[in-house]
Structure formats: structure tokens, C-alpha cells
């Protein structure tokens, strides 16, 4: 069943939902990059849930005016006039009032979305509102989507999509460095703007599917998971739209190939599951990457300690230094040091006192700050320079690279 519905053979419903939730995935995955290098991931939150009172109001609308209340397009749009409505209102109070941002954000959040419970409230009580389905905003709903509500999704995904791609430059600059950006004259309040716009189409277009409450996870976990892997801003939104596209494709999967798992959810922890999967194997970020670096440097300490401990004749009792020691052919196993272990722990004292030259002279200063007990001096100073290191405490004077 999972392969016939990855591979689009499930029937025509199926392939509908998993090729709009792929370019739903591609759009949020993009467009919340921004957002995230912005550190306004919670912006997103706020967006999403003010759309509640609009697809209400416009589902009040169209039946008062002898309308489909399910029309998907009245209902997005009156989700877009809300969530622009609730923007602008957080905009106005970080901009004029003394609260912070994340208070904005609450107090925005909080209402809106209050309102639109209510509202909700109100239309169950009435003649057409039980049957309306409106709760399957709050979560996703795939069930019965047709033909028209697919082509919203898809083309509101790839005009979102285009619009990123145009205004990528100044929003990238903008994330990293508002203030370099109003110095080199862009608009920076009308750039968040549109940064905001764009996670409010996304947010819209995503309802159907997603659902306001969860959107936010689409919006932001593709771009932390991005994070993981690289450091260069375009290919954390291009990785970051591909592990979107590549969560709403297997989360569709999965949904249509088990009965009654809700679709929204499966995609966002399909999303997860890619976000825990970078966050313990990323070559560099990765919790395992970080386990391995503190392992070598472990034993980079331990080795360098038995090499002066050996160079000062002194006896080693920690039994893990005496294994690395070993393994490294430094010592035998009666402890005695080997030609080799003789010659490391020589070069290692000797290295000892020439760091000590460095760091009291304030010539070096520079290179004294790069000490950290383990660095080979080689690494740091010309060989000339080791050499009249050398010279000063009375050692060789030929220095071999």
C-alpha cells in the first residue's frame, strides 16, 4: 500500500493530496528560512492562527449571500484579509507601543484566535454549520478534495515559490543584517513585510491540508533541519525546501496508505523525524559529530599528558591514558616507554618550554592566544622563528620540517 501510494497509484483523491502537500512542503519549507534566519519564527504562529475569524466571517458571507459556504477560494481569501488584519496589528504594536515583540505576537495570537472560536461556536448553531467541516482548518483535512481546491494549492505554492525566489537577495540580507541593509538604503520595514506576506500566502494556502495549527511546524522545522547541514544561507533554502517536499510527499504516503491517519500530523512528523535524523547525524552540527570531536579530544589530552608524563618520568596511573598510550606504540605493556614513546614525549616537553618563550613574549602575543596545550607549535610559527625559540632556551639549532 505505502508503495503504491508513494508512486501515485492509489487512486485520483491520493495523487491530488500528495502533489499538493509536496508543493506545499517546497513553498514553506523556502519561504520559512527566511523567517527563521530572521529569528522570527513565532511570527508564523501568529499568522496561522489569525486566520481562524476569517475563514469564519467569509463562510458567514457567501451562505448569507445564498453561496457555497465551502467555497475553498472565499474561504482563503477571507483567511488572507485576516491573517493581513492580525499582521498588521502585531506590525503596529512592536512599531508603536513599548511591547516587545513576543508579546505582540501573544496578544495577537491569543485574540484572533479567541475570536475565531466563537465564531466557530456561532456557525454550529447554524442551519448549515454543522455540515459545514470549517474544524478541519484547525487541523487538515484531505478528505474529498477536489480537482479546483488542488490547482489553489498548487498554484498558490508556485506563485509563493516565485515570489521568493525574486526577492530572495534583500530578504537574505535583511535576516542576516537589518541594519547594513537600511545603511545600503533598502527598505527594511517593507521588506519584513513582504517576508510576512509571503508566510501569510503559505499559511493560506496550507489550511487545507495542514491546517492553521500545525502550519507553523511546516513553516519553521524544514529550515532548522536545513540548519544542520550547511552554514551557506542558499543552500539552507534549498535544502530547507527539500526536506518540505520531501515530508508532505512521504506524509501523504503514509496517510493514504493506513486507514484514517489524519494527513496534517503524519506530514509534520514526517518533518520531525527529518529534524531528529539532522540533529543526531550532520557531519558537523550533529549531536554525534559533537560525540566524536570530544572523544578525539579526550584523546588528544590524554596522549599529550602521558607524552609529558613519560618526558618527566613520572609514573602513569590512569588506566585509560596508559591504553591510548599503547595503541599508540608510546609504551609497551610493562608501562616502559618505546624508542618512539621516547622521542613524542622528548618533542612534547620540548614543545612545553617553547610555548612558555611564546606566551611571555609580548612579540608573540598574537600566538600565545592560540595555546591550548595541544596545538603543535609547527602549526603557528615559521620554522626560523622555532629556531631562535630554540636558541634562547638552549636547545637544537637546526629545525627539519
Known sequence: MLWEALSLQLGYNATLVAIGATLLGVSAGVTGTFLFLRKRALVSDAISHATLPGVCLAFMALVAFGGDGRNLIGLLAGSAV????????????????????????????????????????????????????????????????????????????????????????????????????????????????????????VTVVGLKIVGLILIVALLIIPAVTARFWTDRSDRVVLLAGLAGGLA????????????????????????????????????????????????????????????????????????????????????????????EGKARAAKALRDEKRWEIVRSDLAHEATAALYDGLRDIETVLTLDQIAEIDRRIGGPQEITP
Open 82 to 201: 485576516s491573517a493581513w488584519v492580525g499582521l498588521l496589528c502585531m506590525n503596529w504594536l512592536t512599531r508603536h507601543t513599548r511591547l516587545a515583540e513576543d508579546a505582540a505576537i501573544g496578544a495577537v495570537l491569543s485574540v484572533f484566535f479567541g475570536f475565531g472560536i466563537v465564531l466557530l461556536t456561532v456557525i454550529q448553531t447554524m442551519g448549515v454549520g454543522r455540515q459545514a467541516g470549517l474544524e478541519g482548518f484547525l487541523l487538515g483535512s484531505t478528505a474529498g478534495m477536489l480537482w479546483a481546491d488542488a490547482m489553489v494549492i498548487a498554484i498558490g505554492g508556485a506563485a509563493t515559490l516565485v515570489l521568493v525566489m525574486i526577492i530572495r537577495r534583500p530578504m537574505t540580507m535583511v535576516a542576516f543584517d537589518p541594519e547594513y541593509a537600511a545603511a545600503r538604503g533598502l527598505p527594511v520595514h517593507r521588506i519584513d513585510l513582504a517576508m510576512m506576506g509571503l508566510v501569510m500566502a
Open 248 to 339: 508532505g510527499y512521504l506524509g501523504a504516503g503514509l496517510s493514504a496508505s493506513a486507514p484514517n491517519l489524519p494527513t496534517g500530523p503524519i506530514i509534520v512528523l514526517v518533518s520531525f523525524g527529518f529534524f531528529a535524523l539532522s540533529l543526531l547525524f550532520a557531519p558537523v552540527r550533529g549531536v554525534l559529530a559533537a560525540v566524536l570531536r570530544h572523544l578525539r579530544f579526550q584523546r588528544r589530552v590524554h596522549i599529550r599528558q602521558g607524552l609529558l608524563a613519560l618526558a618527566q618520568g613520572q609514573k602513569i596511573y590512569e588506566p585509560l591514558t596508559i591504553r591510548l598510550l599503547r595503541r599508540a606504540g608510546v609504551v609497551r605493556a610493562d608501562g616502559v616507554a618505546t624508542d
